[in-house]
Protein backbone atom coordinates (compact mmCIF):
# COMPACT_ATOMS: atom_id res chain seq x y z
CA UNK A 1 0.00 0.00 0.00
CA UNK A 2 1.23 3.17 -1.01
CA UNK A 3 1.49 6.55 1.15
CA UNK A 4 -0.69 8.13 -1.58
CA UNK A 5 -3.32 5.49 -1.80
CA UNK A 6 -3.57 5.81 1.87
CA UNK A 7 -4.02 9.57 1.62
CA UNK A 8 -6.68 9.23 -0.95
CA UNK A 9 -9.03 7.09 1.84
CA UNK A 10 -11.39 9.75 3.39
CA UNK A 11 -14.15 8.43 5.03
CA UNK A 12 -15.78 11.12 6.51
CA UNK A 13 -15.68 14.18 8.68
CA UNK A 14 -15.47 15.15 11.65
CA UNK A 15 -18.53 14.85 13.43
CA UNK A 16 -20.03 18.14 14.98
CA UNK A 17 -22.72 17.41 16.86
CA UNK A 18 -23.07 15.31 20.29
CA UNK A 19 -25.59 12.68 18.79
CA UNK A 20 -22.91 12.22 15.69
CA UNK A 21 -19.85 12.06 18.05
CA UNK A 22 -20.84 10.14 20.28
CA UNK A 23 -23.86 7.80 20.19
CA UNK A 24 -23.84 6.89 16.23
CA UNK A 25 -20.26 7.87 15.54
CA UNK A 26 -18.44 6.72 12.62
CA UNK A 27 -15.09 7.33 14.50
CA UNK A 28 -13.58 3.84 15.54
CA UNK A 29 -12.19 5.22 18.47
CA UNK A 30 -15.66 5.99 20.29
CA UNK A 31 -17.07 2.46 18.38
CA UNK A 32 -14.24 0.88 20.58
CA UNK A 33 -15.25 2.35 23.31
CA UNK A 34 -18.91 1.70 23.41
CA UNK A 35 -18.41 -1.73 22.82
CA UNK A 36 -16.47 -1.45 26.21
CA UNK A 37 -19.19 0.09 27.90
CA UNK A 38 -21.68 -2.30 26.80
CA UNK A 39 -19.27 -5.28 28.21
CA UNK A 40 -18.59 -3.54 31.38
CA UNK A 41 -22.60 -3.62 31.68
CA UNK A 42 -22.55 -7.22 30.68
CA UNK A 43 -20.16 -8.57 32.81
CA UNK A 44 -21.93 -6.76 35.95
CA UNK A 45 -24.67 -8.46 35.50
CA UNK A 46 -23.05 -11.80 34.47
CA UNK A 47 -21.50 -11.37 37.74
CA UNK A 48 -24.54 -10.27 39.65
CA UNK A 49 -26.39 -13.33 37.89
CA UNK A 50 -23.82 -16.02 39.41
CA UNK A 51 -23.69 -14.26 42.75
CA UNK A 52 -27.67 -15.31 42.92
CA UNK A 53 -26.76 -18.85 41.60
CA UNK A 54 -23.96 -19.13 43.68
CA UNK A 55 -25.74 -17.97 46.95
CA UNK A 56 -28.87 -20.46 45.80
CA UNK A 57 -26.91 -23.68 45.76
CA UNK A 58 -25.57 -23.02 49.08
CA UNK A 59 -28.81 -22.03 50.52
CA UNK A 60 -31.25 -23.05 48.11
CA UNK A 61 -34.14 -22.56 50.97
CA UNK A 62 -33.42 -19.06 51.70
CA UNK A 63 -35.38 -16.46 50.22
CA UNK A 64 -32.87 -13.66 48.48
CA UNK A 65 -34.55 -10.29 49.00
CA UNK A 66 -36.27 -8.26 46.19
CA UNK A 67 -35.50 -11.47 43.50
CA UNK A 68 -39.33 -11.84 43.44
CA UNK A 69 -39.39 -8.37 41.90
CA UNK A 70 -37.50 -9.88 38.97
CA UNK A 71 -40.22 -12.91 38.51
CA UNK A 72 -42.66 -14.05 40.80
CA UNK A 73 -43.05 -17.35 39.28
CA UNK A 74 -39.73 -18.00 39.39
CA UNK A 75 -38.85 -17.25 42.82
CA UNK A 76 -41.90 -17.05 45.05
CA UNK A 77 -41.28 -14.90 48.31
CA UNK A 78 -37.57 -14.70 47.09
CA UNK A 79 -36.90 -18.28 47.40
CA UNK A 80 -35.64 -19.62 43.46
CA UNK A 81 -37.03 -22.58 41.85
CA UNK A 82 -34.92 -25.08 40.29
CA UNK A 83 -36.76 -24.19 36.80
CA UNK A 84 -35.78 -20.39 37.22
CA UNK A 85 -31.87 -21.07 38.45
CA UNK A 86 -31.46 -22.99 35.15
CA UNK A 87 -33.06 -19.24 33.48
CA UNK A 88 -30.16 -17.48 35.38
CA UNK A 89 -27.48 -20.19 34.61
CA UNK A 90 -28.78 -19.84 30.61
CA UNK A 91 -28.91 -15.72 30.55
CA UNK A 92 -24.96 -15.75 32.60
CA UNK A 93 -23.73 -18.26 29.96
CA UNK A 94 -24.95 -16.21 26.87
CA UNK A 95 -23.82 -12.68 28.32
CA UNK A 96 -20.44 -13.56 29.46
CA UNK A 97 -19.66 -15.66 25.84
CA UNK A 98 -21.25 -13.31 23.81
CA UNK A 99 -21.53 -10.20 25.41
CA UNK A 100 -18.75 -9.67 27.16
CA UNK A 101 -15.66 -12.59 25.86
CA UNK A 102 -16.48 -11.90 22.43
CA UNK A 103 -17.08 -7.93 22.71
CA UNK A 104 -14.19 -6.72 25.07
CA UNK A 105 -10.86 -8.11 24.07
CA UNK A 106 -11.92 -8.36 20.26
CA UNK A 107 -14.56 -5.46 19.59
CA UNK A 108 -13.68 -2.91 22.06
CA UNK A 109 -9.87 -3.26 21.79
CA UNK A 110 -9.65 -4.18 18.00
CA UNK A 111 -11.61 -1.56 16.82
CA UNK A 112 -9.53 1.41 19.12
CA UNK A 113 -6.11 0.36 18.14
CA UNK A 114 -5.76 -2.14 15.17
CA UNK A 115 -5.89 0.94 12.74
CA UNK A 116 -3.81 3.14 14.68
CA UNK A 117 -1.25 0.63 15.31
CA UNK A 118 -1.14 -0.28 11.17
CA UNK A 119 -1.20 3.84 10.68
CA UNK A 120 -4.87 4.22 8.99
CA UNK A 121 -7.01 6.65 9.81
CA UNK A 122 -9.93 4.88 10.38
CA UNK A 123 -11.63 1.13 10.00
CA UNK A 124 -12.11 0.54 5.63
CA UNK A 125 -16.13 0.77 6.31
CA UNK A 126 -17.26 3.04 9.01
CA UNK A 127 -20.88 3.09 8.45
CA UNK A 128 -20.73 -0.96 8.09
CA UNK A 129 -18.43 -0.65 11.98
CA UNK A 130 -21.66 1.16 13.26
CA UNK A 131 -24.22 -0.77 12.43
CA UNK A 132 -21.87 -3.76 13.90
CA UNK A 133 -22.30 -2.16 17.31
CA UNK A 134 -25.68 -0.94 17.24
CA UNK A 135 -27.00 -4.48 16.33
CA UNK A 136 -24.51 -5.98 19.19
CA UNK A 137 -26.61 -3.42 21.29
CA UNK A 138 -29.83 -4.57 19.75
CA UNK A 139 -29.19 -7.88 20.62
CA UNK A 140 -28.26 -7.53 23.97
CA UNK A 141 -31.76 -5.41 24.54
CA UNK A 142 -33.37 -8.65 22.97
CA UNK A 143 -31.39 -10.85 25.19
CA UNK A 144 -32.31 -8.58 28.46
CA UNK A 145 -35.97 -8.62 27.51
CA UNK A 146 -36.54 -12.38 28.35
CA UNK A 147 -36.17 -11.09 32.19
CA UNK A 148 -39.20 -9.61 31.81
CA UNK A 149 -41.56 -11.58 29.64
CA UNK A 150 -44.25 -13.85 31.47
CA UNK A 151 -42.79 -17.27 31.07
CA UNK A 152 -39.29 -15.76 31.82
CA UNK A 153 -35.67 -16.30 30.27
CA UNK A 154 -35.04 -19.82 28.43
CA UNK A 155 -33.88 -22.61 30.94
CA UNK A 156 -32.20 -24.52 27.67
CA UNK A 157 -28.31 -23.46 28.68
CA UNK A 158 -25.96 -21.32 26.97
CA UNK A 159 -25.71 -23.75 24.33
CA UNK A 160 -29.66 -24.16 23.55
CA UNK A 161 -29.44 -27.79 23.25
CA UNK A 162 -32.48 -29.05 20.69
CA UNK A 163 -35.11 -30.95 20.93
CA UNK A 164 -35.63 -28.85 24.40
CA UNK A 165 -34.88 -25.29 22.64
CA UNK A 166 -37.11 -26.32 19.85
CA UNK A 167 -40.67 -27.21 20.76
CA UNK A 168 -41.65 -24.61 22.39
CA UNK A 169 -43.52 -24.03 25.69
CA UNK A 170 -44.23 -27.36 25.98
CA UNK A 171 -40.65 -27.99 27.07
CA UNK A 172 -41.16 -26.16 30.54
CA UNK A 173 -40.58 -22.15 31.82
CA UNK A 174 -39.08 -19.57 29.64
CA UNK A 175 -39.15 -22.15 26.15
CA UNK A 176 -42.01 -20.15 24.99
CA UNK A 177 -41.07 -16.36 23.95
CA UNK A 178 -37.85 -16.43 26.24
CA UNK A 179 -36.08 -19.07 24.37
CA UNK A 180 -37.53 -17.47 21.03
CA UNK A 181 -36.10 -13.91 22.03
CA UNK A 182 -32.57 -15.80 22.79
CA UNK A 183 -32.61 -16.92 19.43
CA UNK A 184 -33.19 -13.70 17.60
CA UNK A 185 -30.54 -12.20 20.13
CA UNK A 186 -27.85 -14.57 18.75
CA UNK A 187 -29.12 -13.88 15.10
CA UNK A 188 -28.43 -10.32 15.52
CA UNK A 189 -25.23 -10.73 17.29
CA UNK A 190 -24.16 -13.30 14.05
CA UNK A 191 -24.86 -10.20 11.89
CA UNK A 192 -23.12 -8.11 13.65
CA UNK A 193 -20.09 -10.13 14.39
CA UNK A 194 -20.24 -10.50 10.73
CA UNK A 195 -19.47 -7.31 9.58
CA UNK A 196 -16.91 -6.00 12.12
CA UNK A 197 -14.90 -9.51 11.07
CA UNK A 198 -15.27 -7.84 7.31
CA UNK A 199 -14.62 -4.57 8.74
CA UNK A 200 -11.00 -5.99 10.22
CA UNK A 201 -9.90 -8.46 7.02
CA UNK A 202 -10.01 -5.43 4.95
CA UNK A 203 -9.01 -2.70 7.21
CA UNK A 204 -5.72 -4.85 8.24
CA UNK A 205 -5.17 -5.21 4.71
CA UNK A 206 -5.79 -2.68 2.46
CA UNK A 207 -5.02 0.54 4.48
CA UNK A 208 -1.32 -0.20 6.41
CA UNK A 209 0.42 2.82 6.14
CA UNK A 210 3.86 3.06 3.82
CA UNK A 211 6.00 0.77 5.15
CA UNK A 212 4.07 -1.30 7.51
CA UNK A 213 4.23 -4.58 6.36
CA UNK A 214 2.98 -7.62 7.55
CA UNK A 215 5.77 -8.87 9.51
CA UNK A 216 6.09 -5.22 10.83
CA UNK A 217 2.64 -5.39 12.68
CA UNK A 218 2.33 -5.54 16.35
CA UNK A 219 1.42 -8.92 17.53
CA UNK A 220 -1.55 -7.75 18.95
CA UNK A 221 -3.18 -6.50 15.83
CA UNK A 222 -1.88 -10.19 14.15
CA UNK A 223 -4.38 -11.62 17.04
CA UNK A 224 -7.21 -9.00 15.84
CA UNK A 225 -7.05 -9.83 11.93
CA UNK A 226 -6.83 -14.01 12.84
CA UNK A 227 -9.49 -13.83 15.30
CA UNK A 228 -11.60 -11.71 12.32
CA UNK A 229 -10.83 -14.98 9.90
CA UNK A 230 -12.14 -16.83 12.88
CA UNK A 231 -15.25 -15.30 13.24
CA UNK A 232 -16.02 -14.69 9.70
CA UNK A 233 -16.70 -18.34 9.59
CA UNK A 234 -17.39 -18.85 12.91
CA UNK A 235 -20.49 -16.73 13.08
CA UNK A 236 -21.71 -17.88 9.82
CA UNK A 237 -22.28 -20.96 10.66
CA UNK A 238 -24.38 -20.13 13.91
CA UNK A 239 -26.31 -17.51 11.86
CA UNK A 240 -28.08 -20.10 9.98
CA UNK A 241 -27.91 -22.29 12.54
CA UNK A 242 -30.04 -19.79 15.01
CA UNK A 243 -32.77 -19.28 12.23
CA UNK A 244 -33.51 -22.65 11.37
CA UNK A 245 -33.83 -23.25 15.56
CA UNK A 246 -36.05 -20.17 15.11
CA UNK A 247 -38.21 -21.60 12.08
CA UNK A 248 -38.85 -25.23 14.35
CA UNK A 249 -40.02 -22.94 17.13
CA UNK A 250 -42.63 -20.41 14.69
CA UNK A 251 -43.08 -22.23 11.46
CA UNK A 252 -43.44 -25.62 11.44
CA UNK A 253 -40.44 -27.06 10.56
CA UNK A 254 -38.32 -30.36 11.82
CA UNK A 255 -34.70 -29.58 11.43
CA UNK A 256 -34.30 -30.48 14.99
CA UNK A 257 -37.05 -32.40 16.36
CA UNK A 258 -37.34 -35.88 15.31
CA UNK A 259 -40.31 -37.87 14.64
CA UNK A 260 -42.25 -39.18 17.64
CA UNK A 261 -41.13 -37.10 20.28
CA UNK A 262 -43.36 -36.81 23.45
CA UNK A 263 -42.93 -33.87 25.74
CA UNK A 264 -45.19 -32.67 28.66
CA UNK A 265 -47.51 -35.72 27.34
CA UNK A 266 -47.95 -33.57 24.39
CA UNK A 267 -46.84 -35.66 21.10
CA UNK A 268 -45.07 -32.75 18.90
CA UNK A 269 -46.32 -32.42 15.26
CA UNK A 270 -42.45 -32.31 13.43
CA UNK A 271 -40.91 -35.67 11.79
CA UNK A 272 -37.41 -35.84 10.18
CA UNK A 273 -35.61 -33.59 12.18
CA UNK A 274 -32.21 -34.56 14.36
CA UNK A 275 -31.11 -33.42 17.40
CA UNK A 276 -27.48 -33.64 17.01
CA UNK A 277 -27.44 -31.64 13.94
CA UNK A 278 -28.04 -28.81 16.02
CA UNK A 279 -24.92 -29.94 18.45
CA UNK A 280 -22.86 -30.59 15.30
CA UNK A 281 -23.42 -26.86 13.72
CA UNK A 282 -23.68 -25.17 17.42
CA UNK A 283 -19.82 -26.86 18.23
CA UNK A 284 -18.49 -25.79 14.90
CA UNK A 285 -18.75 -22.29 15.94
CA UNK A 286 -18.88 -22.87 19.82
CA UNK A 287 -14.83 -24.05 19.70
CA UNK A 288 -13.68 -21.62 17.42
CA UNK A 289 -15.32 -18.99 20.23
CA UNK A 290 -12.84 -20.15 22.42
CA UNK A 291 -10.14 -18.61 20.54
CA UNK A 292 -12.67 -15.79 19.47
CA UNK A 293 -12.29 -14.88 23.38
CA UNK A 294 -8.64 -15.78 24.07
CA UNK A 295 -6.67 -15.22 21.05
CA UNK A 296 -6.82 -11.16 21.19
CA UNK A 297 -5.93 -11.68 25.09
CA UNK A 298 -2.97 -13.73 24.02
CA UNK A 299 -2.45 -10.83 21.38
CA UNK A 300 -2.17 -8.01 24.14
CA UNK A 301 -0.61 -9.74 26.74
CA UNK A 302 2.23 -10.37 24.50
CA UNK A 303 2.59 -6.57 23.07
CA UNK A 304 2.23 -6.18 27.55
CA UNK A 305 5.06 -7.97 28.21
CA UNK A 306 7.40 -7.44 25.41
CA UNK A 307 7.19 -3.59 26.52
CA UNK A 308 7.16 -4.80 30.54
CA UNK A 309 10.59 -6.74 29.77
CA UNK A 310 11.92 -4.32 27.42
CA UNK A 311 13.44 -6.95 25.31
CA UNK A 312 11.82 -8.85 22.35
CA UNK A 313 10.41 -12.27 22.93
CA UNK A 314 12.59 -15.08 22.12
CA UNK A 315 10.60 -15.37 18.57
CA UNK A 316 7.54 -13.01 18.46
CA UNK A 317 7.21 -14.54 14.94
CA UNK A 318 6.60 -18.25 15.82
CA UNK A 319 3.66 -16.56 18.14
CA UNK A 320 2.00 -15.85 15.12
CA UNK A 321 2.23 -18.53 13.66
CA UNK A 322 1.06 -20.48 16.48
CA UNK A 323 -1.82 -18.54 16.52
CA UNK A 324 -2.66 -19.25 12.95
CA UNK A 325 -1.94 -22.88 13.76
CA UNK A 326 -4.22 -22.75 16.68
CA UNK A 327 -7.01 -20.82 14.22
CA UNK A 328 -6.96 -23.17 11.23
CA UNK A 329 -6.69 -26.34 14.44
CA UNK A 330 -10.37 -24.79 15.92
CA UNK A 331 -12.13 -26.30 13.30
CA UNK A 332 -11.25 -29.62 13.62
CA UNK A 333 -12.21 -30.00 16.85
CA UNK A 334 -15.49 -29.39 17.62
CA UNK A 335 -16.84 -33.01 17.96
CA UNK A 336 -14.90 -33.34 21.58
CA UNK A 337 -17.56 -31.41 22.69
CA UNK A 338 -20.11 -34.55 21.83
CA UNK A 339 -18.16 -37.56 22.90
CA UNK A 340 -21.18 -38.50 25.37
CA UNK A 341 -23.51 -38.27 22.07
CA UNK A 342 -23.87 -41.82 21.28
CA UNK A 343 -20.96 -40.86 18.83
CA UNK A 344 -18.89 -43.97 17.12
CA UNK A 345 -15.56 -44.30 18.87
CA UNK A 346 -13.85 -44.56 15.54
CA UNK A 347 -14.97 -40.92 15.63
CA UNK A 348 -14.34 -40.19 18.75
CA UNK A 349 -10.50 -40.52 18.13
CA UNK A 350 -10.86 -38.42 15.23
CA UNK A 351 -11.78 -35.85 17.22
CA UNK A 352 -9.52 -36.71 20.14
CA UNK A 353 -6.29 -36.26 17.86
CA UNK A 354 -6.79 -32.64 16.72
CA UNK A 355 -7.46 -31.63 19.97
CA UNK A 356 -4.39 -33.22 21.26
CA UNK A 357 -2.89 -31.17 18.95
CA UNK A 358 -3.86 -27.96 19.23
CA UNK A 359 -2.30 -27.98 22.41
CA UNK A 360 1.05 -28.28 20.85
CA UNK A 361 1.24 -24.90 19.05
CA UNK A 362 -0.54 -23.23 22.58
CA UNK A 363 2.69 -25.41 24.42
CA UNK A 364 5.27 -23.20 22.41
CA UNK A 365 3.44 -19.87 22.72
CA UNK A 366 3.93 -20.33 26.91
CA UNK A 367 7.10 -22.09 26.49
CA UNK A 368 8.19 -18.53 24.49
CA UNK A 369 6.43 -17.01 26.96
CA UNK A 370 8.18 -18.58 29.83
CA UNK A 371 11.59 -18.36 28.51
CA UNK A 372 11.43 -14.67 27.35
CA UNK A 373 10.94 -13.74 30.64
CA UNK A 374 13.65 -15.42 32.60
CA UNK A 375 16.50 -13.26 32.91
CA UNK A 376 14.59 -10.38 32.14
CA UNK A 377 13.95 -7.19 34.24
CA UNK A 378 10.24 -6.82 34.09
CA UNK A 379 8.75 -3.59 35.15
CA UNK A 380 6.22 -4.56 37.38
CA UNK A 381 2.89 -2.71 36.94
CA UNK A 382 -0.48 -3.30 37.15
CA UNK A 383 -0.59 -3.76 33.50
CA UNK A 384 2.14 -6.91 33.53
CA UNK A 385 0.22 -7.98 36.36
CA UNK A 386 -2.55 -8.79 35.05
CA UNK A 387 -0.19 -10.55 31.58
CA UNK A 388 1.52 -12.48 34.17
CA UNK A 389 -2.09 -13.81 35.35
CA UNK A 390 -3.11 -14.36 32.07
CA UNK A 391 -0.14 -17.06 31.73
CA UNK A 392 -1.04 -18.26 34.96
CA UNK A 393 -4.39 -19.11 34.22
CA UNK A 394 -4.15 -19.77 30.62
CA UNK A 395 -2.10 -23.19 31.67
CA UNK A 396 -3.81 -24.13 35.09
CA UNK A 397 -6.84 -24.13 33.17
CA UNK A 398 -5.46 -25.53 30.08
CA UNK A 399 -3.72 -28.53 31.75
CA UNK A 400 -7.01 -29.64 32.80
CA UNK A 401 -8.44 -29.74 28.81
CA UNK A 402 -5.57 -32.85 28.43
CA UNK A 403 -8.19 -34.75 30.60
CA UNK A 404 -11.49 -33.73 28.72
CA UNK A 405 -9.25 -34.49 25.16
CA UNK A 406 -9.90 -38.12 25.94
CA UNK A 407 -12.88 -39.64 25.29
CA UNK A 408 -12.17 -42.32 27.95
CA UNK A 409 -12.02 -39.53 30.84
CA UNK A 410 -14.51 -37.08 29.40
CA UNK A 411 -17.30 -39.65 29.48
CA UNK A 412 -17.11 -39.82 33.04
CA UNK A 413 -15.97 -35.85 33.58
CA UNK A 414 -17.98 -34.27 30.90
CA UNK A 415 -21.43 -33.54 32.47
CA UNK A 416 -19.33 -32.37 35.88
CA UNK A 417 -17.98 -29.25 37.46
CA UNK A 418 -14.76 -30.37 35.88
CA UNK A 419 -15.99 -28.87 32.75
CA UNK A 420 -16.95 -26.00 34.06
CA UNK A 421 -13.47 -25.42 35.81
CA UNK A 422 -11.87 -25.69 32.92
CA UNK A 423 -13.68 -23.66 30.18
CA UNK A 424 -13.98 -20.94 33.00
CA UNK A 425 -9.98 -20.80 33.25
CA UNK A 426 -9.17 -21.23 30.38
CA UNK A 427 -11.40 -18.83 28.50
CA UNK A 428 -13.55 -17.60 31.30
CA UNK A 429 -10.91 -15.56 33.59
CA UNK A 430 -7.36 -15.84 31.06
CA UNK A 431 -9.38 -13.68 28.44
CA UNK A 432 -10.45 -11.33 31.33
CA UNK A 433 -7.32 -10.86 32.43
CA UNK A 434 -6.35 -9.73 29.40
CA UNK A 435 -8.85 -7.17 29.17
CA UNK A 436 -7.50 -5.73 32.67
CA UNK A 437 -4.27 -5.61 31.21
CA UNK A 438 -5.28 -3.94 28.20
CA UNK A 439 -7.22 -1.72 30.24
CA UNK A 440 -4.40 -0.76 32.47
CA UNK A 441 -2.29 -0.63 29.45
CA UNK A 442 -4.11 1.23 27.33
CA UNK A 443 -6.26 3.74 29.46
CA UNK A 444 -3.97 6.35 29.65
CA UNK A 445 -3.90 6.33 25.40
CA UNK A 446 -7.63 6.27 25.69
CA UNK A 447 -8.41 9.06 27.98
CA UNK A 448 -5.13 11.00 28.50
CA UNK A 449 -5.44 10.21 32.16
CA UNK A 450 -3.38 7.63 34.09
CA UNK A 451 -4.82 4.59 36.14
CA UNK A 452 -3.82 4.59 39.94
CA UNK A 453 -1.29 1.96 40.37
CA UNK A 454 -1.80 1.13 43.75
CA UNK A 455 -5.47 0.19 43.36
CA UNK A 456 -4.38 -1.54 39.94
CA UNK A 457 -2.08 -3.99 41.95
CA UNK A 458 -4.74 -4.49 44.58
CA UNK A 459 -6.90 -4.98 42.08
CA UNK A 460 -4.80 -7.89 40.54
CA UNK A 461 -4.17 -9.95 43.76
CA UNK A 462 -7.51 -9.86 45.11
CA UNK A 463 -8.99 -10.94 42.01
CA UNK A 464 -5.92 -13.49 40.94
CA UNK A 465 -6.25 -15.36 44.74
CA UNK A 466 -10.18 -14.98 44.35
CA UNK A 467 -10.47 -16.74 41.27
CA UNK A 468 -8.50 -19.41 42.01
CA UNK A 469 -10.19 -20.18 45.50
CA UNK A 470 -12.78 -20.23 42.86
CA UNK A 471 -12.62 -22.16 39.89
CA UNK A 472 -9.68 -24.87 40.90
CA UNK A 473 -11.90 -26.40 43.60
CA UNK A 474 -14.55 -26.59 40.78
CA UNK A 475 -11.70 -29.63 39.39
CA UNK A 476 -12.13 -31.52 42.82
CA UNK A 477 -15.66 -31.64 42.92
CA UNK A 478 -16.10 -33.16 39.01
CA UNK A 479 -13.53 -35.46 40.26
CA UNK A 480 -15.97 -36.04 43.17
CA UNK A 481 -18.87 -36.52 40.44
CA UNK A 482 -20.57 -33.45 41.22
CA UNK A 483 -22.86 -32.80 38.05
CA UNK A 484 -23.03 -29.34 36.84
CA UNK A 485 -26.77 -27.80 36.38
CA UNK A 486 -28.21 -29.20 39.53
CA UNK A 487 -29.90 -26.58 41.74
CA UNK A 488 -29.49 -28.50 45.05
CA UNK A 489 -27.57 -31.02 46.45
CA UNK A 490 -30.08 -33.63 48.15
CA UNK A 491 -27.97 -36.79 47.03
CA UNK A 492 -26.16 -38.72 50.09
CA UNK A 493 -22.89 -38.39 47.67
CA UNK A 494 -23.17 -34.64 47.18
CA UNK A 495 -24.03 -33.57 50.97
CA UNK A 496 -20.49 -34.04 52.19
CA UNK A 497 -19.55 -31.25 48.92
CA UNK A 498 -21.91 -28.62 50.00
CA UNK A 499 -19.06 -27.20 52.32
CA UNK A 500 -17.06 -27.13 49.35
CA UNK A 501 -19.16 -25.45 47.58
CA UNK A 502 -19.84 -22.53 50.92
CA UNK A 503 -16.10 -22.19 50.50
CA UNK A 504 -16.60 -21.14 46.64
CA UNK A 505 -19.69 -18.68 47.59
CA UNK A 506 -17.67 -17.50 49.91
CA UNK A 507 -14.85 -16.69 47.50
CA UNK A 508 -17.50 -15.83 44.29
CA UNK A 509 -18.70 -13.36 46.45
CA UNK A 510 -15.40 -11.73 47.66
CA UNK A 511 -13.54 -11.89 43.83
CA UNK A 512 -17.07 -9.92 42.44
CA UNK A 513 -16.71 -7.38 45.54
CA UNK A 514 -13.20 -6.64 44.57
CA UNK A 515 -13.95 -5.57 41.24
CA UNK A 516 -15.60 -2.71 42.55
CA UNK A 517 -11.61 -1.74 43.25
CA UNK A 518 -11.51 -1.79 39.63
CA UNK A 519 -15.05 0.22 38.55
CA UNK A 520 -13.82 2.93 41.03
CA UNK A 521 -10.42 2.82 39.48
CA UNK A 522 -11.90 2.77 35.95
CA UNK A 523 -14.60 5.94 36.41
CA UNK A 524 -12.72 8.14 38.81
CA UNK A 525 -9.33 7.77 36.80
CA UNK A 526 -11.22 9.26 33.55
CA UNK A 527 -12.27 12.68 35.55
CA UNK A 528 -9.64 12.67 38.38
CA UNK A 529 -6.73 10.81 36.94
CA UNK A 530 -3.33 12.15 36.93
CA UNK A 531 -2.76 13.30 33.21
CA UNK A 532 -0.95 10.68 31.04
CA UNK A 533 2.10 12.04 29.65
CA UNK A 534 2.76 11.09 25.56
CA UNK A 535 4.62 7.89 26.21
CA UNK A 536 4.43 6.39 29.93
CA UNK A 537 5.11 3.29 29.27
CA UNK A 538 8.11 3.75 26.77
CA UNK A 539 6.32 1.34 23.93
CA UNK A 540 7.45 1.80 20.04
CA UNK A 541 4.55 1.24 18.55
CA UNK A 542 2.53 3.65 16.29
CA UNK A 543 -0.37 4.70 19.02
CA UNK A 544 1.98 6.18 21.17
CA UNK A 545 3.16 8.49 18.35
CA UNK A 546 0.05 10.50 18.87
CA UNK A 547 -1.66 12.85 21.45
CA UNK A 548 -3.49 11.19 23.93
CA UNK A 549 -6.25 10.66 23.38
CA UNK A 550 -5.82 10.53 19.68
CA UNK A 551 -7.44 12.97 17.71
CA UNK A 552 -10.61 12.71 15.34
CA UNK A 553 -8.39 11.48 12.32
CA UNK A 554 -5.65 9.81 14.27
CA UNK A 555 -2.28 11.24 13.13
CA UNK A 556 -3.63 15.11 12.30
CA UNK A 557 -3.57 14.56 8.50
CA UNK A 558 0.10 13.24 8.51
CA UNK A 559 0.60 9.36 7.42
CA UNK A 560 3.14 8.11 9.51
CA UNK A 561 6.23 6.08 7.36
CA UNK A 562 6.96 3.06 9.30
CA UNK A 563 10.89 2.09 9.48
CA UNK A 564 11.16 -1.08 12.19
CA UNK A 565 9.66 -3.99 13.50
CA UNK A 566 7.13 -2.92 16.47
CA UNK A 567 9.67 -4.56 19.15
CA UNK A 568 12.61 -2.38 19.14
CA UNK A 569 13.51 -2.55 22.88
CA UNK A 570 16.83 -3.27 24.45
CA UNK A 571 18.69 -1.38 21.64
CA UNK A 572 20.49 2.35 21.67
CA UNK A 573 19.02 5.31 20.31
CA UNK A 574 18.20 8.90 21.20
CA UNK A 575 15.06 8.05 23.29
CA UNK A 576 16.64 5.51 25.59
CA UNK A 577 16.70 1.54 25.33
CA UNK A 578 13.90 1.78 22.71
CA UNK A 579 13.49 2.87 19.06
CA UNK A 580 9.36 3.71 17.89
CA UNK A 581 8.85 2.41 14.92
CA UNK A 582 8.31 5.50 12.71
CA UNK A 583 11.60 6.73 13.24
CA UNK A 584 14.33 6.65 10.69
CA UNK A 585 17.11 6.66 13.19
CA UNK A 586 19.07 3.29 13.25
CA UNK A 587 19.42 1.18 16.41
CA UNK A 588 22.92 0.83 17.91
CA UNK A 589 23.50 -2.17 20.00
Known amino acids: MSEGTVHAVQHHAAPTGFIRKHVFSLDHKVIGKQYYALALVAVLIGMVLSWLMRIHLVWPNAPIPGLQLLSKAGAPGGVMTPEYYLSLLTMHGTLMVFFVLTNAPFAAFGNYFLPIQIGAEDMAFPRFNMMSFWMTFIAFCILVLAFFVPDGPPISGWTSYAPLSAVGSDAGPGEGLGQTLWGLSIFVFCIASLLGSLNFIATTLDLRTKGMTLDRMPISTWA ?66 VYIAILPAMGIVSHILINSMRRPLLSHKVIIYCMMGIGFLSYMVWGHHMFVSGMNPFSSLVFSFPTLMITIPATIMTLIWLGSLYGSRLRITAASLFALGFLSMFVSGGVSGLFLAQPSIDIYLHATYFVVGHFHMVMGVAAIFGVFA ?39 LGLAGNVRRYSAFVDDFLVPLIPVHRFITFAALFTGAAQLIFLYNLIHSRFRGAPAPANPWECTSLEWTMPSPPPFDNFGGKHPVVYHDPYQYGVKSSTGDYLMQDSPEQAGA
Open 438 to 476: GTYFWFPKMTGHMMNESLGRLHFWLTFVGTYCIFMPFHY
Open 224 to 289: WFITSCISLLAFAVLLPASLLLMLDRVAGTSFFIPAGLVVSDHLQPHSGGSPLLWQHLFWFFGHPE
